[in-house]
């Protein structure tokens, strides 16, 4: 038998709430206490096994409760029993079985290709056509709606030698954000700054904060408006001579198309949560880049699978090209899952080499942070 005929025999979930050491304030919500995570364990009958993680923010993508869901009374009976090599497949079905969910479908993806890779003894990458990069520029976000507390933290940020930070805005008052802008340019003048609204502008006075906002210069401002409003991004975009960027509005690539005919962006932003795993995710990157539009590899509240997972999309998707965020292992939880810390070195990201995602969750802490655990197979 080969390694791909192998069957799926396990399937085994975990509902987490993980602490985390702020609140955050993004455009149209807030996170505060604890993040939730479902995290998915796939064995196969020779005993290997393979990790996932859907990381669901409720106003954005979905709430946890419905990827738990889907993963468990949905997905699961699909799985068990086929063969580990046949993945497209398997996501075929995933797509059909339940509809929108990407969280589900990106952490069984995940789960699917760390699995071939722990029985190839090959790193996700190179499932994925291999790198293109063994580093990734780390940007972190600023959200804490105490400043003083993002200060202390950009110092630190400072130390680690990471160079690229992103203010979220448009959650208070413009003179906040403002002045946020200004204290970045003039105290801390070696980080590159991005701009993100997360939806949070009005219609009537969006373009007037945002045209104020450009010119601090940043290297772009992304998601001033609410998702849908393509004809108000493409007017804002016409508007400024910084470059914007959309992350709610495009999910996969359906959105991108859209996003591209009607000229709403100059970058995306790209997550698994989002394009509901990894070959939909390069799809929209490949969709990007062939009109010269940029993009990078966002996230959402996620934990270290997570990040590794995005880590490897990255790592072998050359068109991903303006870094990642995968910084709340690091810098947002209490205490992240994996049983090594994620690989942040020099403001890097570093691409782990090997098999699977390369570094696997420490079970003590799963259970540790559990609420729910799903039926054994
Ligand atoms: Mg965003």
Same mark, same amino acid.
């Given at each position: ?7 799926? @025999? ?38 290997? @096994?393979?990790?996932?993680?859907a990381s669901p923010w409720?106003?954005f993508t ?36 339940? #509809?929108?969910?990407t969280e589900?479908?990106a ?107 450009? @010119? ?17 991004? #493409? ?11 959309a992350d709610e509005?495009v999910f996969g ?5 859209? #996003? ?8 995306v932003s790209i997550k698994l949560m989002k394009s509901g795993g990894f070959?939909r995710a390069?799809?929209v990157a ?9 993009a990078y590899g966002g996230d959402m509240f996620e934990?270290?699978?997570a990040h590794?997972a995005g @880590?490897?999309l990255i ?5 991903i090209?303006?870094?990642c965020e995968f ?26 080499? #090997? ?23």
């Open positions: 038998m080969s390694d791909a005929d192998q069957k799926i @025999t396990g399937f085994d979930l975990w509902y987490l709430s993980l602490p985390v050491v702020s609140a955050r304030d993004h455009g149209i919500g807030r996170v505060d206490g604890a993040c939730e995570v479902v995290v998915l364990r796939l064995t196969s009958e020779g005993g290997e @096994t393979g990790w996932g993680e409720v106003v979905g709430s946890p409760e419905a990827t738990y869901a889907a993963l468990d009374r949905y997905i699961r009976p699909l799985v068990l029993g086929r063969k580990v090599g046949d993945r497209e497949k398997i996501m075929l079905d995933a797509d059909r079985a339940v #509809a929108h969910c589900a479908k952490a069984l993806d995940t789960a699917l290709l760390d699995l071939a890779g722990h029985i190839s003894k090959q790193p996700i990458h190179q499932l994925l056509g291999g790198k293109c990069r063994d580093a990734i520029p780390l940007s972190v976000s600023l959200a804490n709606p105490d400043f003083a507390q993002d200060r202390a933290l950009l110092d630190r940020l400072r130390e680690d030698g990471v160079r690229i930070v992103k203010l979220k805005t448009g959650f208070r008052d413009h003179a906040f954000d403002v002045m946020r802008l200004e204290t970045l340019a003039q105290d801390y003048p070696e980080f590159a700054v991005r701009v993100d609204y997360n939806q949070g502008l009005d219609p009537e006075d969006a373009l007037a904060r945002v045209r104020d906002v450009a @010119t601090f210069r940043p290297d772009f401002i992304e998601q001033p408006v609410r998702a849908p409003l393509y004809d108000l991004m #493409a007017q804002i975009r016409e508007a400024i001579d910084v470059p914007l960027l509005s690539p359906e959105d991108m198309s859209r #996003a591209l005919r009607e000229g709403i962006c100059d970058g070959a390069q799809s490949t969709m990007a880049a062939s009109h010269g539009i940029g934990a270290g699978i590794l @880590t490897h790592a072998a998707t050359q068109a090209d303006l870094g910084y709340q292992a690091r810098y947002y939880l209490a205490e992240d899952i994996l049983e090594t810390p994620f690989p942040c070195d020099g403001g890097h990201v570093q691409v782990p080499d #090997a098999p699977g995602l390369g570094i696997r969750p420490d079970l003590d802490k799963l259970n540790h942070y559990c609420i729910s655990r799903g039926r054994a197979a």
